[in-house]
Nanobody, 120 residues
């Protein structure tokens, strides 16, 4: 089991930006994904990045407003959230899975999540 720790979530106003961090010992040839879960809704995929090559993947739902990156030396993956909207309010989780993609079915380890709240 890989221990992942998220940080950076907080209360922000609509239109502001925020950077979330996910730290953990990621395995070679694995990927790290970001998911979010709003109250009363299912957990959904947001973005992911391959650990080796740094190739990003994004959900269509974020409409190009978010950016995922990684710092291998720091064992950290970042999720930059721009132009935040109230509907982005959710608990954001990072997760890791073997291979180049991360889906809810393939996740090996989850972090505990960090709350992002966007006020209008």
């Amino acid at each position: 089991q890989v221990q992942l720790v998220e940080s950076g979530g907080r209360l922000v106003q609509a239109g502001e930006s925020l950077t979330l961090s996910c730290t953990g010992r990621i395995r070679t040839n694995w990927a790290v994904g970001w998911f979010r879960q709003a109250a009363g809704k299912e957990r959904e995929f947001v973005a992911s990045i391959t650990w080796n090559w740094g190739t990003p993947y994004y959900s269509d739902s974020i409409q190009g407003r978010f950016a995922v990156s990684r710092d291998k030396a720091a064992n950290t993956v970042y999720l930059q959230l721009n132009n935040l909207k109230p509907e982005d309010t959710a608990v954001y989780y990072c997760a890791t899975a073997p291979g180049a993609s991360v889906t809810i079915r393939t996740v090996h380890s989850w972090g505990h999540g960090t709350q992002v709240t966007v006020s209008s």
